[in-house]
């Protein structure tokens, strides 16, 4: 498969097509992703999950995230499958289709470090450049427009104020019991992580040429 190409056959021999979009943490991607994706026909991938996956592995091994070199080669050993559900493509860690527990603050408080690893995210962007043969795609995350699919012309930047995406997350983390602080707390935690993504060295959030950028701060879904 070309690394760069944005359709690619499937079993059936019809060229999927890929829809991309970036931007940081309570921007709305998840929820926007899935609305189009259904109205569409399109499967939803949450790449962010993958990045989750990768950290939730790492604390039930005791890999210490903080260690670059340790998390590279814990990172080659992490396995995943893929099969279309509903309206997601479903991630699968030995059998096991990880829920809530890729949201909770232990993991987002890890997350960040594990994805700034550069065999971290090339094998979670070799893993999605893979799924388009399981059929059309919306792919959310944030170097999906710049690194992954960067040749679909269907790619956006979905963005929001710190406040708003902030006001989100924490009304998401108390309705599925999961809150780990306050408001406030949780819009440190979203600038915190933006920093580290926009300064990553390797494939960092960041707008691409020729995206068509959304600010969805006033807007409702």
């Known amino acids: 498969m070309e690394e760069r190409n944005q359709t690619q056959s499937n079993e059936q021999g019809h060229r999927s097509r890929v829809i991309a979009i970036d931007g940081p943490s309570g921007a709305g991607k998840s929820s926007v992703s899935r609305t189009v994706g259904e109205k569409l026909g399109f499967l939803h991938v949450d790449s962010g999950a993958l990045y989750r996956i990768m950290t939730w592995q790492c604390l039930r091994h005791g890999i210490d995230t903080s260690d670059e070199k340790a998390v590279a080669a814990f990172a080659g050993t992490v396995e995943v499958t893929c099969r279309p559900e509903g309206a ?4 699968y860690v030995d059998g096991i289709r990880p829920g809530d527990e890729l949201r909770t603050p232990e993991v987002n408080a890890h997350a960040s470090p594990v994805a ?3 065999a971290v995210r ?7 450049r893979k799924m388009p043969e399981h059929g059309d795609l919306i792919v959310e995350g944030r170097d999906i427009t710049t690194a992954v699919f960067p040749d679909t012309p ?11 995406r902030a006001a989100r997350r924490h009304k998401e983390e108390v309705e599925k019991g999961i809150a780990g602080g306050s408001a406030e707390e949780v ?7 933006d920093q580290i993504d926009s300064t990553r060295k390797y494939a960092p959030l960041k707008k691409a040429d020729g995206v068509i950028e959304i600010d969805s701060t006033f807007l409702t879904l």
């Open 88 to 91: 997601d493509l479903a991630f």
């Open 116 to 118: 700034t690893v550069k």
């Open 122 to 128: 090339d094998r979670v962007t070799a893993w999605l």
């Open 154 to 164: 269907a790619r956006f930047y979905l963005t929001a104020s710190a406040e708003a």
């Open 187 to 193: 819009k440190a935690s979203l600038l915190a992580r």
